[in-house]
């Protein structure tokens, strides 16, 4: 009869639901022990489609299908992130791009005045400032001609002190330059890329020219015959450059 009776009792405890069970006062592992599974089910569950999403816009190492239906979504991204940074964050820092396809090089222009540096207190304008510049770092070499011969910017820095995270920026992403010309940087710069010659890639330094000056501002030349016209224009720019090295992406593989 005991032992009848312990059985029963033990068949009742195991039909007792887990949330009852911790109420009364033991033990709830078996919550814990699932809830731990079902945890590490839904991160699993979240890197996976991380993965996947990751994969949907990867490199060109994807099969061309894949890159072509990626293509809408990247261009569409892009032209977003594009919008944020030339018409509400920073209006005006682009003053020009173009990709000249006949001289194999693509021409950036900014003027720093017109970044505005609060943006940075923001973490998620921050990220958006940098994503614009990666797909920007992917519009300005659309091709491998543009790559060998690299490109032309010429910066307006009218005694901003930005110029130092140009130049981080430039040393932890190298690029290929031509040229790269700061008008109207303040002396406290030029002493700067001075001292700095021994931790900049030497290939950014050779190129590198500040101290530039003209009567004017370059705005004055790239901003016509409205800035935001010239806006549009730079951003219809950007996009075409970013189609055509999609395009060359999709069509020629190593």
Known sequence: MATSSANQTHEEQE???PAEQSSTGQPNNEHSVDGKKGGEEENRADSESYDE?????????VPPSVTMQAEPKLMEISNQIYKKIMFEYHPGWILHFDFHAELGHSLYVFDFTGLDRRIFRCHRKTSTVFQALY???HAMYPNLETV????????MIDGK????MLLEIHGSYPSNFAQICMYHTPMAVNLMVALAKRSLPKNFLEKLVVGCTFAGRLDQFYGLPTIEAATQRTLNNLNGALRIRYENERTFKL
């Open 148 to 155: 060998r011969k690299g490109q032309v910017q010429i910066n």
């Open 53 to 61: 999403e990751e994969e949907e816009i990867s490199s060109p190492s």
């Open 161 to 164: 002190t930005v110029t130092r």
């Open 15 to 17: 039909d007792v639901d």
């Open 135 to 137: 797909y920007m770092s």
